[in-house]
């Protein structure tokens, strides 16, 4: 359906807009955090946002579907196809929900680029690709393996949710406003 197609990217870039609009008003009032100006937490949230995007086109549905898939049985037909189970499962349950999530990321994330005046060069630009691939693999990585416990109990979902979004909730702004024992624990865990 052509409206509810639409009307996903919309609702997904409207609601991170908010999110981009609280982070303004917030920063607007104190001007910074821990010395971080408003374009470079916005440039870190939009990285966390897009990584988020790309990694919720391909795992996000397929995993958060496994759980039900294993409980009910149907898991057995994805071993018994002759392509990959993973790729399959990831394939079958394509999401084109998160694309919302990737343009207003894509959005901002020039925007700021564009703000802190970073000077471009060839090197530059395969850093920011390789961020961005690896917060994608990062937060995929942290998806699958909260989805595995689906094996063992009957319901995940919760394990998931409190992965993700609680991960994603501590890496929308600088590490520097935490304590070092979540500073630690972030970085090397």
């Known amino acids: 359906y052509r409206f509810s197609f639409f009307m996903d990217f919309f609702i997904h870039i409207y609601g991170n807009f908010l999110t981009y609009l609280s982070l303004w008003i917030i920063l ?3 001007q910074s955090i821990q010395g971080w100006n408003y374009y ?3 440039f870190l949230y939009s990285l966390n946002l897009i990584s988020y995007g790309i990694n919720g086109v391909f795992f996000f549905t397929p995993l958060r579907r496994l759980e039900g898939l294993v409980r009910d049985g149907t898991f057995d037909s994805l071993l018994i196809k002759p392509i990959n189970s993973f790729t399959y499962l990831l394939l079958k349950y394509f999401n084109h929900n ?3 999530h990737i343009i207003i990321a894509g959005i901002f994330l020039g925007y700021c ?3 802190l005046q970073i000077v471009w060069s060839t090197t530059t630009i395969i850093w920011l690709g390789a961020f961005i691939i690896g917060a994608t693999l990062i937060q995929a990585g942290l998806m699958i393996l909260s989805a595995t416990v689906c094996f063992w109990f009957i319901t995940t979902n919760t394990v998931i949710d409190m992965t993700i979004y609680g991960v994603r909730r501590f890496i929308n702004y600088p590490i520097t406003i935490y304590d070092k024992w979540i500073q630690v624990l972030l970085t090397f865990i």
Do not use: A, H, T
């Open 98 to 100: 998160f694309f919302g």
């Open 113 to 115: 680029l564009n703000k």
């Open 28 to 30: 607007n009032k104190f």
């Open 40 to 42: 470079e937490v916005m």
